[in-house]
């Protein structure tokens, strides 16, 4: 068995459900050009073009040699398989089948998206009906002084009722090493990423104002003053552009999804599941007048 991770083995099972691993092709083996056979196993060949195909579903796993290996050895135990008459079993023949409509699936869907482009116009409308559903989220632009001693917040908050600076008395008394020589200034943040106490109170602040008494957190004691409020501006346009072509390339595959279902007669014969014993001993609602 060769060195390469089994991963690539099931991958490469996968991979060949279609191809009918251990058939005898007969009369299509007879057009297969000589150069393009790389093996034969048991009289069925493995071509160049199956080889190529399978590195380029799994790049960067192995060389063509460790890959054809891989394939023989596929190809040998399906073989054997149908041999021993295991393509016969109901419970295989169903897997076989459900593993077969998968891969049409995907190759449905793969050939309907391979030349499928978007121009700025209808990606830009996209983007505009994502930022218009997208919350909106407030970011504030505040300072602080931090003290550990309440007696000690509350003088600092009765020099600021007398006109002190806001600025020198953060310089001079702030215990935060991160804002203490910018007079406090923590630039601009979501309150989400302070502490809730700091959080409730810098969001019932106008701009412009100071809390009226020091705030309690477990850093210690904040005087905080609020300077400027905004709404979190969206990401730019170019920014989320690979994100926006993704999301229209989703929704192109849920349009063939939607039409193959239409066009298609569609029986479901599954029984409702039981309803649970306290939902079915529950009174009927009654209908509002």
């Known amino acids: 068995m060769s060195m390469i991770k089994k991963p690539l083995f099931v991958a490469m099972a996968a991979a060949l459900v279609l191809a009918g691993c251990g058939e005898d092709k007969g009369a299509a083996q007879t057009s297969v050009v000589a150069k393009d056979v790389v093996a034969v196993v048991n009289g069925s060949s493995i071509t160049r073009e199956e080889l190529e195909g399978v590195k380029a579903q799994l790049p960067g796993r192995g060389s063509d040699e460790q890959i054809l290996e891989q394939l023989v050895e ?30 049409l699936a995907n190759h449905l869907i793969k050939k309907a998206l391979e030349n499928k482009t978007f121009t700025d116009e209808e990606m830009k409308a996209e983007y505009e009906q994502v930022i218009a559903t997208m919350p909106r989220k407030d970011e504030y632009k505040a300072a602080h002084i931090l003290v550990e001693d309440e ?37 601009w943040f979501e309150a989400g990423m302070m502490v809730p106490e700091f959080a409730q109170a810098v969001t019932a602040l106008e701009p412009g104002k100071t809390t009226a008494e020091p705030v309690k957190s477990q850093f210690g004691w904040h005087i905080i003053k609020l300077d400027e409020k905004r709404q979190v501006p969206p990401p730019a346009f170019d920014a ?32 409702p599941a039981a309803q649970p014993a306290a939902e079915a001993d529950k009174p009927a609602a009654t209908e509002a007048k």
């Open 74 to 103: 596929l190809k040998v135990l399906a073989q054997k398989a149908h041999k021993d008459g295991l393509d016969k079993d109901p419970a295989i023949k169903a897997e076989l089948e459900r593993a077969s409509e998968s891969i």
């Open 151 to 187: 007696a000690l917040a509350k003088d600092i908050q009765a020099k600021l009722g007398n006109g002190g600076d806001f600025a020198a008395l953060a310089k001079e008394h702030s215990t935060d090493p991160g804002s203490k020589e910018q007079g406090g200034d923590l630039g």
């Open 240 to 271: 989320v552009k690979p994100q926006l072509t993704n999301m229209m390339r989703q929704k192109s595959v849920d349009t063939i999804i939607e039409e193959a279902r239409k066009a298609a007669k569609v029986e479901i014969k599954l029984a």
